[in-house]
Nanobody, 124 residues
């Protein structure tokens, strides 16, 4: 089991950057696939990015490709989401998720553990 805590969100203007962090408690962090999801008001939760256990495989939702980068530091039990060139449409609550599995996962229903989320608001 793991517990996840997101941080790094805030209110920023369009075009700037933010880096989100997700700190995991417990042991064996390197055995978990990690993902980032987001949910805007009135919209369903959507996939953003995922990363394999060793960090060697990543996948992104089309609208964030080239702007967002997911990474992890297993020695620190932390996964990151670097967000560049932020747009108003990126405004949402961002959640990290974990699943004890190999490969990558893009479907939220496949993840067993979730953080409480961090708010990202982009003004125009």
């Amino acid at each position: 089991q793991v517990q996840l805590v997101e941080s790094g969100g805030g209110l920023v203007q369009a075009g700037v950057s933010l880096r989100l962090s997700c700190a995991a408690s417990g042991r064996s962090f390197g055995e978990y696939v990690m993902g980032w999801f987001r949910q805007a008001p009135g919209k369903e939760r959507e996939f953003v990015a995922t990363i394999s256990r060793s960090g060697g495989i990543t996948e992104y939702e089309d609208s964030v490709k080239g702007r967002f980068t997911i990474s992890r530091d297993n020695a620190k039990n932390t996964v990151y989401l670097q967000m560049n060139s932020l747009k108003p449409e990126d405004t949402a609550v961002y959640y990290c998720a974990a699943e004890r599995a190999m490969g990558i996962r893009t479907r939220g229903e496949l993840y067993d553990y979730w953080g409480q989320g961090t708010q990202v608001t982009i003004s125009s």
